[in-house]
């Protein structure tokens, strides 16, 4: 037996490739067609972290891009080499969101301290995994609420592939409607992103339906060669572009095309200041900003990791993960190494739907994601030659697979179905998985009390429910106590 022979099987064994169904061709494809969909944070979120704090000072677009790439591929590729599963791991939407409105509406707050912040809810989570307290959590969480968690994130991606596309827009306030959301502009699909989205959707969709391996990937790489071209003869550009006017039948993130390569800048990493923000704000004010990306950061990402674990098949009979605390280890370093990077709390991304759609099980797919990311830091134009019109349509067929499993919920029983019901359409319609799950938890106390069946109710689950209550009363608490 050759040397050669023994090193692929040792491989197969380590990362179980064979064990789930998959093979080193899958996990490759899968890999790349994860880093297609999520690439795209490596350029939004420095726009998202890019305002000035009460002191003036910014975090530089360049710098954050940089810190962004670094760290979500050595999380993506520890992700993949320890935990051994085919999550992605990049800054979080949501928590970085936060940040950067904290930044600009509360005066005395500097960057290292709102990073300090994230960097504190890390290590309180990385404390919740080594007690073994997040993964009772998990495993106390109802087998029909994990699967409306799985429900949930389906629909949630499908709007988020629908509205970055342009497919579906937010109706402005000025124009007069109750109606939040309507189809293109006023009703009419405009514009060649738009186009480049409905020709990939329906290319993908008839490879799925031909049984076409790779068609997820194919899809993405079809999509992005007609966006390149559309680009190149129209000159289309962005739909939002500083001191222009908006171009609503422009592209949305990215605009397609060779860009410059951005000079690697990681003096962002160290610079968060756990305790600067106890001081400028006060120990209570602190605490409850903490708190809420604390919530955030748990129960996002556990709620990814059920929906992804369950759509690529590694979950047992029981509902269980493999090597689930090493998944949840790696989640809660992410927080810590985003908010020491000043990134924001990195997490399990959910497009890594993506790349199980296309087919990957294991590690090595998130290895190879990883590896992307990482080269990302060196050619940025990699980045830009993707938009993310071309990701949206596989956003939106994962979307349909994780929907699936809504067959598996026992609709006959009211203790699960309204907890089920309202984790399903709480994710996309508040776009916040965090949300949708405290609604759940809170909602299957609730009911299951009324049903007069508390007894049946995991203690864990009542812990879990008052924290959302406490999670969701934070607007009257602050407002009370004049924060």
Not at 31 to 56: C, E, H, K, Q, R
Not at 290 to 297: G, K, R, T
Not at 406 to 432: E, N, Q, R
């Amino acid at each position: 037996m050759s040397t050669t022979t023994v090193s692929t099987k040792a491989f197969d064994r380590y990362f179980k490739i064979t064990e789930r169904g998959s093979n080193i061709a899958r996990e490759i494809r899968g890999g790349l067609a994860t880093f297609f969909a999520m690439g795209y944070i490596v350029v939004l979120n420095p726009l998202i972290l890019s305002g000035a704090d009460s002191a003036g000072n910014t975090l530089g677009i360049p710098r954050v891009a940089a810190a962004t790439a670094l760290v979500a591929g050595v999380l993506t590729i520890l992700m993949g080499v320890w935990a051994k599963h085919p999550f992605a791991l990049a800054t979080g939407l949501g928590v970085n969101a936060f940040v950067a409105v904290t930044i600009a509406t509360h005066p005395g707050v500097t960057w290292p301290d709102m990073m300090g912040l994230v960097l504190v809810a890390g290590v309180v989570m990385f404390v919740l995994v080594l007690t073994g307290f997040r993964t009772a959590v998990f495993k106390a969480v109802p087998e029909g609420l994990k699967t409306a968690i799985v429900v949930g994130i389906g629909v949630f991606i499908t709007l988020i592939g629908l509205v970055e596309a342009g497919f579906v827009r937010r109706i402005p306030d000025s124009a007069g409607t109750t109606v939040p959301l309507g189809l293109g502009i006023d009703g009419r699909l405009i514009g060649w992103p738009t186009l480049v989205f409905v020709v990939g959707l329906v290319l993908t969709i008839a490879l799925m339906v031909r049984r076409v391996r790779g068609a997820i990937l194919i899809g993405i790489i079809g999509a992005t060669i007609l966006a390149n071209v559309l680009e190149l003869v129209f000159h289309i550009g962005p739909s939002v572009a500083p001191g222009q006017k908006p171009n609503p039948a422009g592209w949305s993130l990215v605009v397609p095309g060779l860009g410059n390569v951005q000079p690697i800048d990681l003096s962002l990493l160290g610079k968060a200041n756990p305790v600067g923000a106890f001081s400028h704000l006060g120990v209570l004010a602190a605490l409850l900003m903490a708190f809420v990306i604390l919530l955030s950061i748990f129960f996002d990402a556990m709620g990814t990791m059920v929906g992804l674990a369950r759509e690529a098949g590694n979950i047992d009979e029981k509902g269980n993960i493999p090597n689930v605390d090493r998944v949840l280890l790696v989640d809660a370093f992410g927080a810590i190494a985003g908010g020491g990077s000043s990134i924001s709390s990195n997490q399990i991304f959910v497009e890594s739907g993506a790349g199980i759609g296309e087919g990957a099980r294991t590690g090595l797919a998130s290895v190879v994601t990883g590896i992307m990311l990482l080269l990302a830091m060196f050619l940025t134009p990699l980045i830009n030659l993707v938009p993310f019109e071309a990701v949206a349509p596989a956003l939106v067929v994962v979307g349909f697979l994780m929907f699936q499993q809504v067959a598996k919920i026992d609709w006959k029983d009211v203790g699960i179905a309204i907890p089920a019901f309202l984790t399903i359409v709480l994710m996309p319609f508040t776009y916040s998985i965090a949300n949708g799950l405290g609604a759940g938890f809170v909602s299957y106390v609730i009911v299951r009390t009324f049903q007069g069946r508390a007894k049946e109710i995991h203690p864990l689950m009542w812990a879990v429910a008052a924290a959302f209550l406490l999670f969701f009363a934070l607007g009257p608490i602050e407002q009370a106590l004049g924060l």
